[in-house]
């Protein structure tokens, strides 16, 4: 059974850094490409960040590409997100994600079918 736990997230001031950790278990990250996602209430979840190849290609949504970076440890099976400057709309639930009915590394969701329970992450001063 594929099972993914977040972690790393909290409340922090603007302009501060976080770094989530997603723990997998049931799959080898370094084969199958993992995805982060968030979402806020009232908002559709989005794909900020997906990490394939083995960990070594990677793509980050361009509304956050100069802030977040996605990276990988193959020998712990875990990855990350590590957000730089949060701001106030970087608040939301974030999600590691998994494609292993699909095998489509995306940024959108619906192609992804495991997810971990999310990790809060709230930007206020």
């Known amino acids: 059974q594929v099972r993914l736990v977040e972690s790393g997230g909290g409340s922090v001031q603007p302009g501060g850094s976080l770094r989530l950790s997603c723990v997998a278990s049931g799959v080898s990250f370094s084969d199958s490409c993992m995805g982060w996602f968030r979402q806020s209430p009232g908002k559709n979840r989005e794909g900020v960040a997906f990490i394939y190849n083995g960990g070594t290609r990677s793509v980050v949504a361009d509304s956050v590409k100069d802030r977040f970076t996605i990276s990988q440890d193959n020998f712990k099976n875990t990855g990350y997100l590590e957000i730089d400057n949060l701001k106030p709309e970087d608040t939301a639930v974030y999600y590691c994600?998994?494609?292993?009915?699909?095998?489509?590394?995306?940024?959108?969701?619906?192609?992804?079918?495991?997810w971990g329970q999310g990790t809060q992450v709230t930007v206020a001063s």
């Open positions: 994600a998994a494609p292993i009915r699909s095998h489509v590394c995306a940024l959108a969701p619906r192609f992804y079918n495991v």
